[in-house]
């Protein structure tokens, strides 16, 4: 290939790659660039004007509400993980080690994604019956006679959100770990079982080591999307769980944009630490 | 042998998994029936009915309740999410193909594009409505804001889509045209085109459904109640007492996201066909 052709593809790549960059400088980057920029906005009752000032970040350390929602945010977060591993774990392994066959290995995992198809937001709504106090689980608990009372503490609570987040998020976390076992080479397996490794040796010692990067994924992608929630918890808790994202929802509700601003830059902070601690456990692009 | 037990209970329990993740599906499938307009949210089922279904379409009586607000917004979101398809795999078939060639600061390109899968809707929506609301100054509409931030986070996901089905692609279909001297543009759209029509496919796909269903960035991004989305209309419920008409809603839609999906089974299958009879009669010839 001349020189000139060389050239020429190159400004084909430059002029291919152009409007993507520039959408997602102006409607991602720069956005978030806002968000850190009118945090030190002075605020107002109605207004809000440029003038730099650090009054919304010291409201935001000196109130109660929003610290509290900070602690709530990583709280349930941790909680939320932790049960979405969990609950998710022995679904991958099933699906990924266990089942012999591609083709059912791949149905299962179209099974787990069929719930997907119907709205977040009526997913959501659908724990309400489900946790209430006359709700499809008190109902089949009484009959079965294992409570006498209807469990009140299901609906409305901390319980219902974290409940609501790991049915919706789990899925996440089953895909990615499922899909890094299915890759293991059943050799190592067998070689291990004839040297005399019982199964336990060998999930601590091949499986799960294995199978770790899926992990990471999979606590990333949940990580995100629990710590950017607010539609579930404020639909399962009554308003009585407050998360960092609530919080943005109703100071621009009243017209807070500094505050709102601080908490999303507290928000994205958070969200950066998160994923670099995870990305520090394995790296990435070694094993992908 | 462990796995002679330990397989049987790990299939049990990815029984019970199903079933919590269908869990809240039946339940609402179930109370959609519940009889109205008297009847709640709730169980037991006082009587089985269709009410809340003809609540939907208009067909019954005017009562207390009022019907789901979702005509117009239903509208709407499949107007932004036809648009955003469209945005969001061009963007993301021009950027895939870019990445076929190195080029500096690729890496850099790469991890800008995805950010937008990744960041939550909350903040790209806070984001956005500040840079138009307080520094731009101009009204968040449906169609503007809202659509940016839509194409933003699905635009990631037709990218990654095409680059998966780039990586695999045989490249010398490609040059065998060029040194044919077809010009690079004409060899797009009758050679690469049809190869990488069923990741466009997925691509659309991918984008139609997660802008249909997008919330977030909705909330922050579109204007007041001229300019909601379904899922803006579905949400003002949340704050009033809710009643079976949206679980009824609910089950209506994922009945049509079937439909969707069978769609795109039906086209994907009909070029798998086309490719398959293509190859034949290159054989025979």
């Given at each position: 290939m001349t020189d000139v052709t060389v050239a020429s593809k190159r400004r084909g790549s430059t002029w291919l790659i152009l409007p993507g960059v520039v959408w997602m400088a102006l409607f991602m980057v720069v956005p978030i660039l806002m968000i850190c920029y009118v945090s030190f906005w002075t605020q107002t009752t109605f207004n809000i004007s440029p003038t730099p000032t650090l009054a919304s970040w010291k409201q935001f350390f000196s109130s109660d509400t929003y610290t509290g929602a900070l602690w709530t945010t990583v709280?349930?977060?941790?909680?939320?993980?932790?049960?979405?591993?969990?609950?998710?774990?022995?679904?991958?392994?099933?699906?990924?080690?266990?089942?012999?066959?591609?083709?059912?290995?791949?149905?299962?995992?179209?099974?787990?994604?069929?719930?997907?198809?119907?709205?977040?937001?009526?997913?959501?709504?659908?724990?309400?019956?489900?946790?209430?106090?006359e709700g499809a689980i008190n109902i089949i608990l009484q009959k079965l006679h294992i409570i006498s009372q209807p469990i009140e503490v299901l609906l409305f609570t901390e319980l219902s959100v974290v409940i609501g987040m790991t049915q919706i998020y789990c899925v996440?976390?089953?895909?990615p770990i499922a899909f890094m076992l299915g890759r293991i080479d059943r050799n190592i397996i067998e070689a291990a079982r004839d040297l005399g490794a019982g199964f336990g040796r060998i999930f601590w010692k091949?499986?799960?080591?294995l199978s770790l990067p899926g992990v990471v994924v999979g606590a990333i992608f949940v990580s995100v999307m629990v710590l950017g929630e607010f539609a579930t918890?404020?639909?399962?808790?009554?308003?009585?769980?407050?998360?960092?994202?609530?919080?943005?929802?109703?100071?621009?509700?009243?017209?807070?944009?500094?505050?709102?601003?601080?908490?999303?830059?507290?928000?994205?902070?958070?969200m950066g630490m998160v994923i670099a601690a995870f990305l520090r456990i394995v790296d990435l692009k070694q094993e992908l | 042998m462990e796995s002679r037990v330990l397989k049987p209970i790990l299939a049990v329990y990815v029984v019970a998994f199903i079933l919590f993740l269908y869990g809240p599906f039946f339940v609402l499938t179930i109370i959609s029936?519940?009889?109205?307009?008297?009847?709640?949210?709730?169980?037991?089922?006082?009587?089985?009915?269709?009410?809340?279904?003809?609540?939907?379409?208009?067909?019954?009586?005017?009562?207390?309740?009022?019907?789901?607000?979702?005509?117009?917004?239903?509208?709407?979101?499949?107007?932004l999410a036809f648009m955003t398809m469209v945005t969001a795999t061009v963007l993301g078939v021009m950027s895939a193909q870019a990445f076929r060639r190195k080029f500096r600061g690729s890496t850099f390109v790469f991890y800008m594009i995805v950010l937008g899968m990744m960041v939550p809707g909350v903040l790209t929506g806070l984001g956005t409505s500040l840079l138009a609301n307080n520094v731009i100054g101009i009204t968040r509409h449906w169609y503007t804001t809202a659509f940016a931030t839509h194409v933003a986070y699905t635009y990631p996901f037709a990218f990654l889509v095409m680059l998966a089905i780039l990586n695999r692609f045989d490249a010398s279909v490609e040059e065998a045209a060029w040194s044919l001297g077809v010009k690079p543009w004409t060899t797009f759209r009758k050679v690469t085109f049809p190869l990488i029509f069923p990741g466009v496919l997925s691509a659309m796909l991918f984008a139609f459904t997660l802008s249909l269903d997008e919330f977030p960035r909705s909330l922050f991004a579109a204007g007041g109640s001229e300019d909601?989305?379904?899922?803006?209309?579905?949400?003002?419920?949340?704050?009033?007492?809710?009643?079976?008409?949206?679980?009824a809603f609910g089950v209506l839609t994922t009945l049509f996201s079937f439909a969707l999906l069978s769609v795109y089974g039906i086209l994907m299958a009909m070029s798998v066909r086309r490719a398959r009879k293509l190859a034949m009669q290159e054989d025979i010839a």
């Open positions: 709280r349930i977060w941790l909680i939320v993980l932790a049960m979405t591993f969990i609950i998710g774990y022995p679904t991958a392994l099933f699906v990924g080690l266990f089942v012999k066959s591609k083709t059912l290995s791949t149905v299962l995992l179209v099974i787990c994604v069929i719930p997907f198809w119907t709205s977040f937001l009526i997913r959501v709504l659908a724990w309400r019956p489900m946790l209430g106090k996440f976390m089953v895909g091949i499986i799960f080591p918890s404020g639909a399962l808790s009554g308003r009585k769980v407050n998360l960092l994202g609530n919080i943005i929802v109703t100071q621009v509700g009243s017209l807070k944009w500094a505050m709102a601003s601080v908490t999303g830059v507290i928000l994205t902070v958070v | 029936f519940q009889q109205g307009p008297d009847g709640g949210p709730q169980f037991p089922i006082t009587e089985w009915s269709l009410y809340w279904y003809k609540q939907i379409f208009g067909l019954t009586p005017p009562s207390r309740i009022a019907p789901l607000p979702v005509g117009e917004a239903l509208v709407r979101s499949l107007i909601q989305t379904l899922p803006l209309a579905i949400y003002g419920t949340f704050s009033v007492e809710i009643h079976p008409n949206i679980f």
